[in-house]
């Protein structure tokens, strides 16, 4: 349908292509009808590139989960509860191991176990350090602090002596947006501790050219823009050049 859409879509721009072409070639015309022309021309053009968005879009990929058991017959369970999941499996011990690290930031990585150990807290803190991913924790026995003391480790959800197969999908959803929205938060923050720390150094290398070629504020942020520009590179690298060379400026 969308192809079909797409192709009277087209054929109308070419037909109202040549009606504007004609117009402007003898240029002689009614106004009002050159208006009514064009408005069709990208009436129909924003329909043909709607029809060619319809068509080129893709089906969203399966979530990916890596579910952390030794509980065989709990795995399957797994399988069951999460149809639009691509899953993955690996025993308790294997996943305690210092080397073990996840690939995906996208996935989404299922701790079951008997109990929130001093152990499993460490790995999912080393876990957020390594490659960070939403980590969402299943503990048969535990309480309140013990739940506290995952979520400090890194986990994006935990639940204690609560599991139950009609609960997983949700609860993995939760998981994984509240990853999302701490991912955020630590980018905006680092975002924020880089512009900081560029501004520090364009005012230090600002300071010194100021101090080094007697020019004024504005001057000395005009050289350093100017530069960066001419070499297509930032004003911070290029603030970073001329602080390495200070004691050459002085």
Known sequence: MALKRNSQAFRTVCATRAKIEFFLKHGKFDHQKWLNTVEQFWASWFYMAQAISTETKRPEAPGLALIVTDQSERLEVFRQAMPGYSISSVPLQAFLEPGFSVANRD????????????????????????????????ADSGNGDAAQNALRAGASACVIDGFAPH?????SAIARERFRQSQEARDEISRTKADLEARKLIERAKGLLMQS???????????????????????????ESVLSLSDFLQ
């Open 167 to 171: 609960r997983v999908e949700p609860l």
């Open 213 to 239: 070629r007697s020019l004024s504020e504005q001057e000395a942020y005009a050289l350093l823009r100017k530069t960066a520009m001419k070499q297509s590179r930032t004003i911070r690298e290029v603030a």
């Open 107 to 138: 996935m989404l990585v299922i701790l079951e176990c008997r109990a929130i150990g001093p152990s499993l807290l460490k790995k999912i803190e080393q876990l957020q350090h390594s490659s960070p991913c939403a980590v969402l924790v299943f």
